[in-house]
């Protein structure tokens, strides 16, 4: 079993459409925990870094984390086909634990 | 530099070349971090450097893999003698300490034929 899991997707919303991404974790030990964007055929871009549990927001991203439940999710608002990519969960003691990442795709 | 920087963006191996993908970080950035990203998986961890200390390798696949970061700056990831399970995208990540927001460069595709 890997330390972070991650639905794959793929993921297709219509415009506007509120997108619901989530983690879940095994390792009690981490403490960070972040949200990647990967465009096709580019590296990984950071779009959300918490500490804790509970909810942290960036104009339309809104990340939360339940430690207790070992869970985090990312929400994106007002979705824009520019969010099309990969949005990978990643987990932090001093390295970074990735999920496979899901694919999500929002059309125009 | 105002990011991660990685060279080449592209290689091409003939299986049993040995190759050397290149990572600059951003400046003053003490941790570096290299990752295996196989197509339609995550990142995979492969080692960590704290300035020119290489703290972790655990994740090196084979004794074909070898990092070194001399001076603390440049990184370069050393494959020998490449098999075809070693295609893959390398991404080099930094940071300021190890538990800090990691920046990733935009990764070399390594593709063995």
């Known amino acids: 079993q890997k330390e972070v899991e991650q639905d794959p997707g793929p993921l297709s919303v219509p415009e506007g459409a509120i997108v619901s991404l989530n983690c879940t974790y095994s390792n009690s030990a981490f403490q960070y925990f972040m949200w990647y964007r990967q465009y096709s055929r580019k590296g990984p871009e950071l779009l959300m870094y918490?500490?804790?549990?509970g909810n942290k927001e960036d104009g339309r991203f809104t990340a939360q984390v339940d430690k207790s439940s070992k869970y985090i999710s990312l929400f994106i608002r007002d979705s824009q086909p520019s969010d099309s990519a990969t949005y990978l969960c990643?987990?932090?003691?001093?390295?970074?634990?990735f999920g496979a990442g899901t694919t999500v795709t929002v059309r125009a | 530099g105002a990011g991660v920087s990685q060279s080449p963006r592209y290689k091409v191996a003939k299986r049993g070349q040995d190759v050397a993908l290149r990572c600059d970080p951003i400046?003053?950035?003490?941790?570096l971090f290299w990752y295996q990203q196989a197509l339609g998986q995550g990142p995979e961890f492969l080692t960590y450097f704290q300035n020119e200390a290489q703290l972790d390798k655990s994740g090196l696949p084979s004794d074909r893999f070898f990092a070194e970061r001399p001076e603390g700056s440049v990184s370069t990831l050393k494959i020998q003698r490449t098999q075809q399970e070693d295609s893959a995208v390398y991404l080099c990540?930094?940071?300021?300490?190890?538990?800090?927001?990691?920046?990733f460069g935009q990764g070399t595709r390594l593709t063995v034929v």
């Open positions: 918490t500490y804790s549990s």
């Open positions: 400046s003053g950035h003490v941790s």
């Open positions: 990643a987990m932090n003691d001093y390295k970074l634990s």
């Open positions: 990540a930094s940071s300021l300490y190890a538990a800090a927001e990691a920046f």
